[in-house]
């Protein structure tokens, strides 16, 4: 009798567990929806289709982040960018990267950090290294300024893949097999007119 009343207490638990899933789930398809559409607003992949030029589509996005960050570069500025070859045979999808050196100020060093990583497409910061300086100099200007930082990072992004070609092709036709070459003895004979027995 027990161990009746607990299968039924046990039933009933699973099919209270069902229920409360079952109710959830158009929330839950709501939720989908909303996270589908917000990828689609922010793409994961450069746009650029070769490393080549991702990684002039990577410098001119940091550019326009550290001119919008500092205008007229006069609290940050680039001083060094170089693209970096690397090989991750661990990774599924191709890997473009810019090495960066910048000098800035707090601020704007926050603000263009920030402006890379949230903007889109999707772009990661990987490496980062701060020094804080006492005196530095800015490119353009001819003293030098007071603090500032001297940061080293690297600046990543993906390239998407690219569409499979079509892989089921029309079958050529096979080519003619080699017709076998015939020895002389395998020849045919001509028929000849004598030794013909016509017979009425």
């Not at 490393?51 to 001083?79: D, F, K, Y």
Request: aromatic share 4%; charged share 20%.
């Amino acid at each position: 009798m027990m161990d009746t009343e607990d299968r039924i207490a046990g039933l009933q638990a699973r099919e209270l567990r069902v229920r409360t899933q079952l109710a959830q789930a158009p929330a839950v398809e709501r939720r989908l929806v909303q996270v589908r559409q917000a990828l689609r607003g922010r793409p994961g992949f450069l746009p650029e289709a070769t490393p080549e030029l991702a990684t002039a589509g990577l410098v001119q996005r940091l550019e326009a982040v550290v001119a919008q960050a500092s205008p007229g570069n006069r609290s940050c500025a680039i001083t060094n960018r170089s693209p970096l070859s690397e090989q991750r045979p661990a990774e599924r999808f191709v890997r473009v990267t810019v090495q960066v050196r910048l000098r800035c100020g707090t601020g704007e060093l926050a603000s263009a950090l920030h402006a890379l990583e949230s903007g889109s497409p999707r772009v990661f910061v990987e490496n980062l290294n701060i020094l804080a300086q006492r005196y530095f100099y800015m490119p353009g200007q001819g003293k030098a300024q007071s603090g500032g930082l001297d940061v080293s990072f690297d600046l990543y992004g993906y390239i998407a893949p690219r569409a499979p070609g079509r892989t089921a092709r029309a079958a050529a036709p096979p080519p003619p097999q080699a017709q076998p070459e015939l020895q002389p003895e395998d020849a045919p004979q001509p028929m000849t007119g004598g030794n013909v027995d016509a017979t009425e």
